[in-house]
């Protein structure tokens, strides 16, 4: 396991990563250099879970906004008791200014997206008293010049205004709330625990889309004035005017102005009379526009019917549903193998679900988005949201408005539909829990899971998380009783798990000549090909070449902004970074000596498929990966060609790990099972589990079995070792001893700050200075937090900034958060020093 500090530190840096001495540390000053063991339970300062659980929540339900600080006092122990029932969240409460005293103002808390962000309270004027709720927008005027500026109300209350010279509410912008309360009480507890401006919590929340009102709008209708019974007014009208007016009148309902010319047959002149003389009133109206339709895509061809379940299935369903009917908010973990038919299990508990007229959340993924997930939703339910990031601004819009007016029975999407504002939601899934594209990596940095959880908890409904490698997380909070756990140990049909055999790439006997693909893996393709079955083949890189280099200078072609080395691509040429995407056409010699030789080294995609189309030239070869699946609809057309047999070979990176489910795929091969492993990230031996474990059971899904060759420099590590038995518990456990003698997560929480600006030296200092005011928020709180860092991360450079970066480790979450609150609060870099500073909280990259 490699921490997540690079090692070669320089001189008069901070302290090593967390060892299994903490005692022994050199900063001996503050007790929080000894953090808890947590191999100890009794010892936990809180009892807080906070790798599964959303800590502070409870504390938050029941407290107002202005309150917030009182979290801050680390009496987490004095959990109230959350009464609330999803019923009451659903009620709105009466308008509390019906109990109004004189002396008495209607008061509204608006928070901002930019700064200075809130919570400032307004005066809520007479005219907006019965309108103005929580989650919705406000005009208000900000700053010593009143500037008009667009916020969230998130709270409305009666109070004194404590002499204070409060300003009105000068237009209230939305007709009706974009969230409801319980909504509301999420972002406020996002902001508090991800330390996030509330109204940019909001702005992640609300799709801009929606916030815009995309793809509708404004029309005028015109309806006949009250004058207009008076006959005399109307017959003293020209006859043109007279006679639009009759048919307006006639009619029964209102017209937009053009309908009324065509139904008139007359032009615009009449008509723009009678509204001058008043003869029309106006009503001015929002609508979809025309033509507004979803593009329901095709599946990819396979027949989708209901299964009877298995025993294992039956079992699982049982107690899920039994903890849907027990209107307990309660976790649940389903570790089911892969092929176990997890996906089965979902169903038939999202129709349990359904039939109480409830609606459910199923989070999958962005990359298992695939037409085969959608397929197998849509065509078992009667009304389906899928949200997915190749929508237009109008359909997402129309979407999130059928969802909320109730008309959905099931949201399947990406990280952001935990937000989706079902009324009556009963059940949140997390398909592929572990996945690390649940967490967002820019403002607020919320992970999915977490907020599943809070929501859940909110509206007491259970949360179901499935996964073949479960994250040590979820797996963790099984073990310490925050969450139940469902196994499912065989696949559907009693099919073998696939057999794996491991390459060790350091023996000359198992490697190629000139290539990537060793005489093993070779020869089990020809085999595959020859049965007429079909190969998976993974490398998780992209492009041709990793590194340009000039083997005359040794110069390594890198990016100016990064210094990270570009990849070259075959097509058009270019040179890419994989970060920034800064990109150059492909120097022909070295930039640096001239020399006319330049080498390209490091294997991407691109080169894999030349290779593999000159090894096997009758095989139908395609590569996926997010260079040739830009296009919307790639995916799944190269899918649907797999699945109908018109391609042999499908190779690419990661995005063909997941969920995939064909049958006649009878070898999956590993180009490169170590590219993740050597990663300076505590992570990396499970991440390198999970990818394997899950390539690996791509394969064997059918009657005819299946295969799998992983190549690898490092067969003896544990993780690969786990991986190709399939034993995901033994990985966890020995997983968990590993990360228990540094307390990483999930046995504690960490936090990761990182310090960027455009001068080294400056950058650096400022990152010294919020060590300091984090040293000292630590000692006021007598809070248990390790400081490590300022350090350089690994990727010291990026987008042309440099980067400091601070980590923060506790067992307790509650007390990591409150000391960053601290120190931050009133932290303020000069503008002049162009240096920002963004907190992580739970963070999933260290790069
Ligand atoms: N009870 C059943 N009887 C027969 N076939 C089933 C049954 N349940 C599921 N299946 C089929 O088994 C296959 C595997 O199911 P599914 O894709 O849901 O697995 P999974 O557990 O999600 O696996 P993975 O984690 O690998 O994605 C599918 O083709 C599904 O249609
Ligand atoms: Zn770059």
Redesign the pocket.
Known sequence: MSPPFPSDRQPGDLPNPPSSQPANRPSASSPATTPNRPNDPKSRTSGVDGSLTAPGFDDLEKTPYADLQKIDSLDVDAKPDDGTTQGELFDTDPPPWELETPEDTAIASVVFRDAPFGPYDYRIPEQFRDVLQPGMRVHVPLGRRKQPTTGWCIETKLGSSGGRNLSDVADVLDGEPLCDRPLVRLVTWMSHYYQSPAGQVFDALIPSSVRSQAGTRQRTYLSPAPITKDNAAVEALPPKQQRALRLLIASGRPMTESQLMVHADCTAAPIRALRKKGMVTENKQRELSSGMTTRWQVGDGEQ?EK????DE?TAALRQITGAVDSAEPRTLLLH?????????VYIQAIEHVVKFGRAAIVLVPEISLTPQTRGRFERRFQSVAVLHSQMTPAERHYQWQRIRRGEVQVVVGPRSAVFAPLPRLGLIIL??EHDGSFKQDSQPRYHARKVAYARARSLKIPLLLG??TPSLESWYATETGHAELIS?PNR??NRPMPDVQLVDLRLKDERSMGGSISRRLHQAVNETLHEKGQVILLLNRRGFATTIQCPACGHVVACPECELPLTHHRDGSKAVCHYCDYTIATPPWCPECRFDGIRYSGLGTQKLEVEVKARFPKARVARMDSDTMRRPGSHQKVLAAFRSGEIDLLLGTQMIA??L?F?NVLLVGVINADAALHFPDFRAGERTFQLVT?VA??TG?GSRGGRVIVQTFSPEHMAIQAASRHDYIQFAKAEIANRRKFNYPPLGSIARIIIRGSIEDVTEATACLLLQRLESARERLGAEVRLLGPAPPPIVKLRGKYRFHLLLQSIDPLQLGATIRMATKSFKIPEKDDVQYVVDIDPLDML
């Open positions: 989708v299964h009877t379940l298995t299935q089911g193998v892969t092929g176990s038919g997890k996906t089965e398909d592929e996964s073949a499912m559907v049909g997941k969920g489910d049958p899950q059971g791509r899904r």
